[in-house]
């Protein structure tokens, strides 16, 4: 069972430099999250997805972009890098009208920029 | 205004004992649903509990049990019989049924409580 796969696990970026984290699910979930982790702190939600085309931002969007077009893949773009961005990006699925413990997130991604 | 407040940035416990995090949650939507999550060293997300707010009971998973005090807005973990396999950060999160109308059910985060367990 793949469940949320993200890549890469981990990736050192140079300031200005852009990238895609790249987030795919094979449960056919219509809702789709990307939250960040900063040290110490707990998770903020960056975009999410109630399905393909349809995005909408979370609480901490500046600095990135994200597209739908299609239900499994949801990548998250960096344009221009800041050492602000360096995190643990999560990306995460669930059910529409979904309740109870339907979330699944992927393994995390490292990112550092420099 | 924080949606989930977790105050111990930091416990104690030792082997065998229980110990119990607190989390308080700010919410004025009458359905919502409260988990807790734990993040060992190696940063994945593994679930432990679920509580939603029309349920009766409180909920148990195990050695898990979420202590679920909805007039006083608090959903604190409790974890029985600690092994050193425990430690690693353990969050709260609260997710909202409705949102602008739609059921979106994205997680709001606390900031965590970072759980040792000594011998």
């Known amino acids: 069972n793949a469940g949320v796969t993200q890549t890469p696990k981990f990736r050192i970026l140079k300031i200005g430099q852009s990238m895609t984290l790249q987030c795919t699910q094979d449960?056919?979930?219509?809702?789709m999250y990307w939250y960040r982790q900063d040290p110490g702190m707990g998770l903020k939600l960056i975009y999410y997805?109630?399905?393909?085309?349809?995005?909408d931002k979370g609480e901490v969007p500046n600095g990135y972009n994200v597209s739908r077009s299609t239900t499994e893949d949801f990548p998250l773009r960096l344009e221009l890098a800041a050492p602000s961005q360096t995190s643990v990006y999560f990306c995460?699925?669930?059910?529409?009208?979904?309740?109870?413990?339907?979330?699944?997130f992927g393994e995390g991604s490292w990112l550092t920029v420099v | 205004a924080q949606k989930i407040t977790q105050t111990q940035p930091g416990m104690f416990v030792q082997e065998k004992e229980a110990v119990t995090l607190d989390c308080t949650y700010d919410?004025?939507?009458?359905?919502?649903?409260l988990f807790w999550y734990k993040q060992p060293s190696s940063g994945e997300m593994i679930f432990l509990i679920y509580?939603?707010?029309?349920?009766?009971q409180n909920a148990t998973e195990g050695r898990y049990s979420l202590n679920f005090q909805k007039a006083r807005k608090s959903a604190n973990l409790v974890i029985s019989a600690s092994q050193l396999g425990d430690s690693a950060m353990y969050f709260c999160?609260?997710?909202?049924?409705?949102?602008?109308?739609?059921?979106?059910?994205?997680?709001?985060f606390g900031r965590g409580t970072q759980l040792t367990v000594w011998p």
């Open positions: 999160a609260m997710r909202e049924t409705n949102d602008r109308g739609s059921t979106l059910g994205r997680l709001y």
């Open positions: 449960m056919n979930h219509n809702y």
């Open positions: 995460a699925s669930s059910p529409r009208g979904s309740s109870g413990n339907t979330i699944y």
């Open positions: 509580q939603g707010s029309y349920d009766q």
């Open positions: 997805s109630v399905g393909a085309g349809i995005t």
């Open positions: 919410t004025s939507d009458p359905s919502y649903g």
